[in-house]
Nanobody
Framework: QLQASGGGLVQAGGSLTLSCAATGGSVRRYTIGWFRQAPGKEREFVGAFGWSGNTKIVDSVKGRFAISRDNAKNTVKLQMNSLKPDDTAVYYC??????????????????WGQGTKVTVSS
């Protein structure tokens, strides 16, 4: 089971750190992906931390967002800096054991957290 947390309201230029906590299993066994869905838009891939340590961040947030894993806390974090109003969305974390090449595809993920809302004001 996955639980995403850390969302909230922040001004443009601010930072937030989202956490994806796993219960009932180790995050080290899975690739954990972050997706987001803005109002009126389709859900899109943001980044992923692979079970082997690979990481991937979508180009649109590269340089502002970073993804990391905390084995002791069994969480994967999405550090978001220099936030923009366009980053406003519900952010979801998900888990998969599929091959790394499919990491950007939401259909590759088996388990999903409930989502955490991020609102960036201008």
């Amino acid at each position: 089971q996955l639980q995403a947390s850390g969302g909230g309201l922040v001004q443009a230029g601010g930072s937030l750190t989202l956490s994806c906590a796993a219960t009932g299993g180790s995050v080290r066994r899975y690739t954990i992906g972050w997706f987001r869905q803005a109002p009126g838009k389709e859900r899109e891939f943001v980044g992923a931390f692979g079970w082997s340590g690979n990481t991937k961040i979508v180009d649109s947030v590269k340089g502002r967002f970073a993804i990391s894993r905390d084995n002791a806390k069994n969480t994967v974090k999405l550090q978001m800096n220099s936030l923009k109003p366009d980053d406003t969305a519900v952010y979801y974390c998900a888990a998969t054991t599929m091959v790394w090449g499919q990491v950007t595809q939401e259909t590759a993920y088996y388990y999903w957290g409930q989502g955490t809302k991020v609102t960036v004001s201008s």
